[in-house]
């Protein structure tokens, strides 16, 4: 697990508003490539929407974000562009309930990338492998389990051999049994080097896997730091309460 000293991701105090309410404020963040980055914080603190900005779901109205030497203005090429560099994985899946496995895996690569399908397919099946469920393939979302419904969506996003994963509470909408089995896959991307910026409150992953904790309360950054460290020696009344509230 290698970080490099080029930089994937930089936030430059950032700054965010949904109508009156200032959401993220003043945000500074550099991601080196190859980091694997957990972000934690309670409920509302603008988690979701710090990485939303980072593919530009989200716009944020003051400061830079620079995505693999990008630039999100308001860009519309752009923004396409760092949206083929960055794939996202978000709680509820999101998968397109009327089409099967194979073919939401396969539909941004012809699409986008003007893949012929055979090439697609083949990709496809590979990360299909590779998330252990290339039997599921020819089935919709709707019969698989949402353990299985998260491993497709990585696979999905891997088709875009994308630069940088971001995950939303990855496993927060699943039946703890299947918790361990999205995980395990997003253990072996961080094994083999992927940028990682993940939003999840399992600790142990963090500890594991992370190179950095980040805490987020109140649209700003609060405290960061090595796990280790980040859990046994908080500097933050706010991160101390949280982590008290959670461990
Ligand atoms: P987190 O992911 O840390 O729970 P979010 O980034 O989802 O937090 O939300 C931060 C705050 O911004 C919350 O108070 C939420 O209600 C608010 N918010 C999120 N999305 C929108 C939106 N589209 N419009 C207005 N307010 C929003
Ligand atoms: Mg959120």
Redesign the pocket.
């Known amino acids: 697990m290698e970080i490099s000293d080029e930089v994937a991701v930089e936030m430059d105090k950032v700054n965010k508003w ?2 009156e ?1 200032h ?1 993220l404020r003043d945000i500074n963040l550099t991601v080196q490539k190859g980091e694997r980055i957990v972000i934690c ?10 990485i ?1 900005c980072i593919n530009r779901l ?1 716009e944020h109205q003051k400061g830079r974000i620079v995505v693999d030497g990008i630039e999100l203005t308001g860009d519309l090429k752009k923004i396409d562009e760092v949206r083929r560099e960055v794939g996202m994985v978000f709680q509820h899946f999101n998968l397109f309930p009327h089409l099967t496995i194979m073919e939401n895996c396969t539909l941004a690569p012809i699409w986008v990338r003007k893949m012929p399908k055979k090439k697609a397919e083949e990709i496809a099946m590979h990360y299909l492998e590779r998330v252990k469920i290339p039997e599921q393939a020819h089935k919709y979302p709707g019969q698989l389990s949402g353990g299985q419904q998260q491993r497709v969506a990585i696979a999905r996003s891997l088709c875009m051999n994308p630069r940088i994963m971001l995950f ?1 509470e990855p496993t927060s909408a699943l039946d703890p049994e299947m918790i361990k089995e999205v995980l395990d896959v997003m253990v072996g991307l961080a094994e083999e080097g992927m940028t990682m910026l993940c ?1 999840t409150h399992e600790m142990g992953f963090a500890r594991s896997v992370a190179n950095r904790v980040i805490f ?1 309360d109140r ?1 700003q950054i609060v405290e960061q730091n090595e796990p280790k460290a980040f859990f046994e020696n908080p500097q933050h009344e706010r991160t101390k309460l949280f982590l008290s509230q959670i461990l």
């Open positions: 949904f109508g309410f959401v914080g309670p409920s509302g603190s603008g988690k979701s929407t710090m939303r989200e939303d939003v987020m649209g």
